[in-house]
């Protein structure tokens, strides 16, 4: 495609599109295609100018190459991307904002006063209606306080002081509801359903018998039937057909327990199976559904309303009949009516209610641009007050991506034939074990078919099934040795005893017989030590490594790491356990895992935090998924947590000390009560844009 190039810097380019200017769809195509560029590393397309910036790392040339060759025809996007991308939506709110600033002047500067002062009398009415219906509820709410302002406004025909307040309120109102949808929007995309690939149910070749083929979910069409393994994600609405499990709907329905699913049952795309095994005739393949059922469940949950924004609210409701007896004793004392409508323009409940729901939903927002999905509020003041964080090894504290290091034989067999057997197992289940041992297979070309009958998975211990009459058991030496019982031959003896001690262990055994041991390297990640160190400091005082691995592989990560406690060989009950111990004792805890095994910790947590390449069940429990592949998003998170409660805090006494101030000037008679109106207003409107601005510094290098 045609472009100039309008203005560069090392890394950062701007380029205008060779037409006026882009529609919606245009501009989400072109930022959609700019994002999955793997030299960029981020990109904003403004549709109005039809410009794009582009701030990459690496080739220029491949960035101006890319740009070049892009088409807006030929460009595939998701479902889902462009429909709900946000980019109406604060088109439209920016709209409603000029309308109405133009409505106010423009009627001012124009408008015939009596004309004027019928229009304001007529939208006055709308506020009064709402305040008699806050009444006739018999609750005493903010909408009483605002009616009578307007009402006795009106009554005194002073009709400026009345459109001032209603104008403010508008203002207010229109950047509380487009906050508000902004950052649900924008938290639903995020959790929306991202599912590549698939288990379809299919005939054999010869048609005698099923099997189950890895498709792309693309090519799933409604009644094909997929088969969903523990662990997983549901992908699609559908029908069980066969097989049985528990599935979490928590993220659908916000039922806390799992739900048991059987033949004739029906399932929720996005919804995750912890137990058992689940055969599903396909109903829908379109995402959208899920879209809007996310939507609904965060705009309807209190989950999205932290401790201090529901506090803020009650205490709203419960200064208006205060404001309403401040107003009367005044008139009673003074007999001045101006000073006690200086009171009564004057509250602080309408500051309370706008900036403390604005600034959690913008903290959500940030969070969410710095690829931190946030489920609610109260996890961000979780974390916030939390001293205590627990984290799992494999794949949180060690690399996500651990690798096959070498397969020690013991017996007759090949190494790449054990190595084919434990990924056909093992492809079933998302673990980085697991993943470590099916991409060093598919490495070596050693391609297979299903070999083996049903495949049990035992959360935290491992794998059993059959190839033929011949059982195999492969995971942990606790699962493989002490619970299923099996040996070493005793001429392999020597030579199980000197396996190398700087890799993690996985155990396969045929018929009770140790037959291999799959040597996995888990590398710490490079940051982690640093991003320990960056924890403290942001205010956490208790660090805790859980572990289903030996003691030797915790000591030393714990060793390199530099947390406080480690416990090595838990069981998932375990580590849920000892957090419920942390919480009764007071403390409020932060999880942080990826796996299966970790679901009931991070369920348990005050704030459980999954990372995004882990189990899928992990995602869907958790309260907080960090998307990047770096702890250092941990420690962002803590340092927006912390920002937000000074954030808060500081509103409380800003509102506290202006509104108290104006008071105290309208009843001295300094200022008038139009004045006192609008500087009260001014204010809210002021704390409540200062409310939406970043948290953090945008340098890219937080908690570095």
């Known amino acids: 495609m045609k472009f100039t190039i309008k203005h560069e810097l090392k890394g950062r380019i701007r380029v205008h ?68 991308s946000g980019r109406k939506l604060n088109a439209e709110y920016r709209e409603k904002l000029i309308r109405k600033v133009i409505l106010r002047f423009g009627g001012k500067l124009f408008l015939p006063y009596p004309v004027r002062a019928a229009i304001i009398a007529v939208k006055a009415s709308g506020y009064i209606l709402r305040g008699i219906r806050s009444l006739k509820g018999g609750k005493l709410k903010v909408e009483a306080l605002d009616a009578t302002a307007i009402g006795v406004s009106l009554l005194r025909r002073d009709f400026n002081t009345a459109a ?45 018998g099923e099997q189950e083929v890895l498709v792309s979910a693309s090519d799933i069409c409604p009644g094909d039937e997929v088969v969903v393994h523990m662990g997983n994600v549901i992908p699609f609405d559908g029908v069980v057909t066969a097989g049985e499990g528990m599935v979490n709907q928590s993220s659908m329905t916000g039922e806390s327990l799992p739900v048991h699913k059987t033949t004739d049952g029906y399932v929720y795309a996005g919804t995750v199976l912890e137990e058992g095994e689940l055969t599903v005739a396909v109903r829908a393949t379109s995402g959208s559904t899920r879209y809007e059922k996310i939507v609904a469940m965060i705009e309807e949950s209190e989950r999205l309303k932290s401790g201090m924004e529901s506090k803020a609210e009650r205490l709203a409701d419960r200064l208006v009949p205060y404001t309403l007896a401040g107003t009367g004793l005044v008139w ?83 190494k790449d034939e054990m190595l084919r057997i434990a990924a056909c197992l093992e492809e079933h289940f998302p673990h980085p074990m697991a993943k470590a041992v099916v991409t060093a297979a598919r490495q070596k070309n050693l391609d297979h078919e299903e070999m083996h009958s049903k495949v049990d998975y035992i959360v935290a211990h491992g794998i059993s099934s059959y190839i033929g009459d011949r059982k195999v058991i492969i995971g942990s030496y606790h699962f493989v040795f002490e619970d299923e019982g099996c040996s070493v031959a005793e001429e392999y003896r020597e030579a199980f005893e000197q396996l190398p001690d700087e890799y993690s262990h996985l155990y396969m055994a ?12 888990d590398p710490l ?74 679901s009931p910790a ?58 108290t101030g104006l008071i105290g000037l309208g009843v001295g008679g300094v200022i008038q009560p139009t004045t006192s109106a609008l500087l009260h207003n001014t204010s809210t409107l002021v704390i409540g844009l200062k409310s939406m601005q970043n948290l953090l510094e945008d340098d890219g290098k937080t908690g570095r």
Request: hydrophobic share 45%; net charge negative; aromatic share 6%.
């Open 510 to 521: 045929i018929d009770g017989r140790l037959t291999a041991v799959i040597c996995i390297e």
């Open 332 to 414: 009673l004392f003074t007999r001045n009516i101006t000073k006690a409508l200086a009171v009564l323009m004057v509250d602080f409940s309408c500051a309370l209610k706008l900036a403390m729901p604005i600034a959690v939903l913008s903290a959500i927002r940030e969070a969410n641009a710095r690829h931190i999905t946030v489920k609610g509020g109260k996890y961000l003041e979780a974390v916030a007050e939390a001293e205590t964080i627990v984290f799992d090894k494999t794949g949180t504290l060690t690399e996500a991506r651990p690798s096959v290091r070498d397969v020690v034989v013991f017996g007759s067999g090949k």
């Open 17 to 84: 599109m060779a037409q006026s200017r882009m529609s919606y769809e245009e501009a989400d195509t072109l930022l959609y295609y700019l994002q999955s560029l793997p030299e960029v590393e981020n990109a904003k397309v403004y549709e109005r100018t039809a410009d794009a910036v582009v701030f990459y790392s690496g080739d220029r040339e491949s960035v101006i190459g890319a740009l070049r060759s892009y088409r807006f025809e030929n460009t595939e996007v998701p479902e889902g991307v462009i429909e709900h």
């Open 525 to 598: 990640r490079p940051e982690a030590a640093d991003a320990i160190r960056a924890l403290r400091a942001a205010g956490i005082r208790k660090i805790v490594m859980m572990t289903g691995d030996s003691e030797r592989a915790a000591a030393a990560v714990a060793a390199k790491v530099g947390v406080d406690e480690y416990y090595s060989e838990v069981l998932p009950e375990e580590k849920a356990a000892y957090i419920e111990r942390q919480k009764a004792d007071g403390g409020k805890v932060i999880m942080v895992g990826d796996g299966i095994n970790d």
């Open 602 to 659: 991070l369920s348990a947590a005050n704030a459980g935090v999954a990372v995004s390449d882990g189990a899928e069940i992990a995602r869907e429990i958790a309260d907080i998924t960090v998307s990047e592949d770096s702890l250092w998003g941990l420690v962002t998170l803590k340092q927006l947590s912390n920002r937000l409660m000074r954030r808060i805090q500081q509103n409380y006494r800003a509102i506290v000390g202006i509104n």
């Open 164 to 208: 001032s307040v209603m104008f403010l309120l508008g203002i207010g109102e229109i950047l509380e509801e487009w906050t508000h949808k902004k950052s649900v929007g924008d938290l639903a995309r995020s959790m929306s359903l991202n599912v590549s690939r698939v288990w379809l149910k299919q005939r054999d070749a010869d048609g005698k």
